[in-house]
């Protein structure tokens, strides 16, 4: 149905499809942001930080900020009031486009009014004391006349209010808008402002954007202009080929035909031997044979099947033979019941011997964990008491021989400490009283290293004490000591 907006823009001369379009863009694109968070959420939130819905959110708001400077300059109204409106009227119910249509109808006949002093809705306006023209005689800003009607029908009750306001040719979500009072449609619409709004200067630059996008759009096509010069003789060409080829194919068929015959020909001959090798291969397989039994009595059951329906069967008179098409259904029903509770017996005995099997290995293996563990346990006692009892007192026992062996000096020290005790004994040496004697006053000194002699002596007297001396030194150094001769 057309509307009052698109009466007037087809007097103007315009296009009423691309307004309603850029409608349409302007009532999805300039929703307040308190209803955005309601219907989107934090999944909205989350998808404006990525760039690409940056982009689209840029290009939504350009769009909507076009609109909205479109109408705003066709009716003469600001473009943050014309943006508020649309808002409020959403969240009394209607949409940013029922407004819009609103208005500029309202606005249309404000016009009409002021030019020609008739119009249908004038009795109403006079009726409830709002003045469409000022003192000058032009027409007063439609936001104005809105303010006024919403004074108006304040304390009327909604029902009158509403024919009242239907009258005038206002949407549902103006209308409810305006039942509010006034002073609550101005707090309503102020809010909407401080929401954020299009300025005069959005407009503008949103227009000229979205002009820009459409002229980049339009020239963009064009890139692709050299390469359609260049390719499309030769695709030309292409097609008419194929097409030329096709008409020949359906001109002559016979020999298209025979070509096709030739071809499996050909190709039959070369893949035959294969074929045939690898038919004779699956023949001589004996699970062949028995995948093609099945297949046979699944063929043969599914016909007598069909014959038992009263369906067309390729054994029919062999079926007959077992009688009519109920009493073969009615024996196989007999038979499917054997077979359904011959199956449901073997899987309760395949039960019962898949249960004993399995507890007969749970009890073989329980008795092997155990066997193991027995085992384990003997063979630690074992070796425990042999360690105790056998191992460890032998390797004390080696140990306390090892040490007494260590302290026994060997066969060669033994022999080496005889012989020189032996050479020393049979060394003589000269007496002091021969040595102070002889050599005609010349004296012999010959050094002894004896090493250090420790000598132990319970003696008091001189006599004693030289006496346990010569035996010490005796026993200590080899030499032989008297008290009468000396050293010798």
């Known amino acids: 149905?057309?509307?009052?907006?698109?009466?007037?823009?087809?007097?103007?001369?315009?296009?009423?499809?691309?307004?309603?379009?850029?409608?349409?863009?302007?009532?999805?694109?300039t929703e307040s942001f308190a209803s955005k968070l309601t219907k989107k959420g934090t999944a909205a939130a989350a998808a404006f930080l990525s760039f690409g819905t940056i982009i689209a959110q840029v290009k939504s708001l350009a769009a909507g900020a076009d609109a909205v400077g479109k109408v705003a300059d066709?009716?003469?109204?600001?473009a943050p009031d014309l943006y508020a409106w649309g808002n409020a009227a959403e969240l009394s119910g209607g949409s940013v486009r029922?407004?819009?249509?609103s208005v500029e109808g309202l606005n249309k006949q404000l016009a009409r009014i002021a030019v020609t002093g008739k119009s249908r809705i004038l009795p109403f306006f006079e009726q409830l004391g709002v003045a469409v023209v000022d003192d000058s005689g032009k027409v007063r800003n439609v936001f104005d006349v809105l303010r006024d009607l919403a004074g108006a029908v304040e304390g009327m009750s909604k029902l009158e209010s509403q024919g009242i306001l239907s009258s005038l040719q206002l949407d549902e979500g103006t209308i409810g808008l305006l039942q509010g009072g006034r002073q609550a449609l101005d707090d309503l619409?102020?809010?909407?402002?401080?929401?954020?709004?299009?300025?005069?200067?959005?407009?503008?630059?949103a227009a000229k954007f979205n002009d820009s996008i459409t002229e980049l759009s339009r020239s963009f096509r064009f890139v692709f202009l050299p390469i359609l010069r260049f390719a499309a003789p030769t695709l030309t060409q292409f097609a008419l080929a194929l097409t030329d080829v096709f008409a020949y194919m359906q001109k002559h068929?016979?020999?298209?035909?025979?070509?096709?015959?030739?071809?499996?020909?050909?190709?039959?001959?070369?893949?035959?031997?294969?074929l045939w090798s690898l038919f004779t291969a699956i023949l001589a397989n004996p699970i062949t044979w028995v995948i093609m039994l099945i297949a046979a009595f699944l063929l043969?059951?599914?016909?007598?099947?069909?014959?038992?329906?009263?369906?067309?069967s390729a054994f029919e008179d062999l079926?007959?033979?077992?009688?009519?098409?109920?009493?073969?259904?009615?024996?196989?029903?007999?038979?499917w019941d054997y077979l359904k509770q011959a199956a449901q017996i073997a899987w309760e005995i395949l039960k019962q011997i898949l249960l004993f099997a399995l507890m007969g290995f749970y009890k073989i293996v329980t008795a092997m964990a155990l066997l193991v563990t027995a085992g384990g346990a003997a063979f630690k006692a074992i070796a425990g008491f042999i360690n105790d009892y056998l191992i460890s007192p032998l390797k004390s026992a080696w140990e306390w021989i090892g040490k007494i062996l260590d302290k026994i000096p060997s066969l060669s020290s033994i022999k080496a400490t005889i012989s020189e005790r032996w050479e020393q004994a049979n060394t003589p040496i000269p007496s002091l009283q021969a040595i102070a004697a002889g050599g005609g006053g010349s004296n012999t000194n010959q050094e002894i290293n004896v090493g250090?002699?420790?000598?132990?002596?319970?003696?008091?007297?001189?006599?004693?004490?030289?006496?346990?001396?010569g035996g010490a030194i005796s026993e200590k150094s080899g030499l032989f000591f008297t008290n009468a001769s000396g050293i010798k």
């Open 1 to 29: 149905m057309a509307t009052v907006i698109d009466s007037f823009m087809i007097t103007l001369g315009l296009d009423p499809a691309e307004f309603n379009k850029g409608i349409d863009e302007a009532d999805k694109k």
């Open 74 to 78: 066709r009716i003469g109204a600001s």
């Open 98 to 101: 029922g407004l819009f249509n």
């Open 189 to 205: 619409i102020k809010r909407q402002k401080d929401l954020g709004y299009f300025t005069k200067e959005d407009t503008v630059i």
């Open 253 to 274: 068929g016979d020999i298209l035909t025979m070509a096709l015959y030739a071809i499996v020909a050909v190709v039959t001959g070369l893949l035959l031997p294969a």
């Open 300 to 312: 043969v059951l599914e016909d007598l099947w069909v014959y038992a329906n009263g369906g067309k």
């Open 319 to 335: 079926w007959k033979m077992l009688g009519t098409g109920d009493e073969v259904l009615a024996a196989l029903q007999t038979a």
């Open 452 to 469: 250090k002699i420790d000598i132990h002596t319970a003696a008091t007297d001189a006599s004693g004490i030289a006496a346990d001396m």
